[in-house]
């Protein structure tokens, strides 16, 4: 089967660090993205891993374990704006590697 | 700006009316996918397309249909809606089958079943 854990809601302060948690079992694996989504919004890329290690971009950092079958996105020096779901997706192989799978989503509330 | 259109936004209709759902790409990509998302949940892919090749997820339900006529455009038809389909359909892209290849989401069409 298929399967992919977040944390259902996470809190932070402005200006501080959050590491959103993401475990998956899945078929096959052929990268995993994280996305974000406003209410109400479509959800937006923010980044993807297919090798072990850390992938940076400005505020935003993913890393991707393949053994383990974990992966995180780091934000930091949060702003208000970032208050959002982080949706962690995972691309496995059935259907010529067109299947994503999301998770739940970790609702982020980022507070004064 | 290349992007993924959905409409309408907003779409209301009755218990058993059928409904479509529209999705245009300017990006050219062969890949389009229709999710359906409730409320705090995760999207849930229904259908996608490659070029013309069309590929169903097991359990989505016939109720739901898609056609894909070009490149640009592809529809999502729900032939009889119930209460339980009300949820935001979104509408993706993805350039290719190759690993690095996101998926670009439209805005969203969120279904209204009185």
């Known amino acids: 089967g298929q399967n992919i854990d977040q944390p259902t809601e996470m809190t932070a302060t402005e200006g501080a660090i959050v590491q959103i948690n993401c475990t998956y079992q899945?078929?096959?694996?052929?990268?995993l993205f994280w996305y974000q989504q406003h209410a109400g919004e479509a959800p937006t890329f923010l980044s993807y891993n297919v090798l072990d290690g850390l992938e940076e971009k400005g505020r935003f950092s993913s890393f991707l374990s393949r053994s383990k079958g974990y992966s995180y996105l780091l934000l930091k020096e949060l702003q208000m704006k970032d208050s959002a779901s982080y949706l962690c997706?995972?691309?496995?192989?059935?259907?010529?590697?067109?299947?994503?799978?999301f998770g739940p989503g970790t609702r982020l509330s980022v507070l004064p | 700006d290349a992007m993924v259109i959905q409409n309408p936004r907003y779409q209301v209709t009755q218990f058993g009316k059928p409904v479509t759902l529209s999705c245009s790409q300017t990006l050219n990509h062969n890949v389009m996918y229709w999710y359906q998302q409730k409320s705090s949940q995760a999207p849930k892919l229904l259908f996608h397309?490659?070029?013309?090749?069309?590929?169903n997820e097991a359990d989505t339900p016939d109720n739901f249909q898609s056609r894909r006529p070009n490149t640009s455009f592809c529809f999502l038809d729900i032939r009889s809606p119930g209460l339980g389909d009300a949820a935001m359909y979104l509408c993706?892209?993805?350039?290719?089958?190759?690993?690095?290849?996101?998926?670009?989401f439209g805005p969203g069409t969120r279904l209204t079943v009185l």
């Open positions: 899945t078929s096959g694996f052929n990268g």
């Open positions: 397309y490659y070029d013309k090749d069309f590929n």
């Open positions: 997706a995972v691309r496995d192989l059935d259907n010529y590697g067109q299947n994503f799978v």
């Open positions: 993706a892209t993805s350039r290719g089958q190759g690993a690095m290849n996101e998926q670009f």
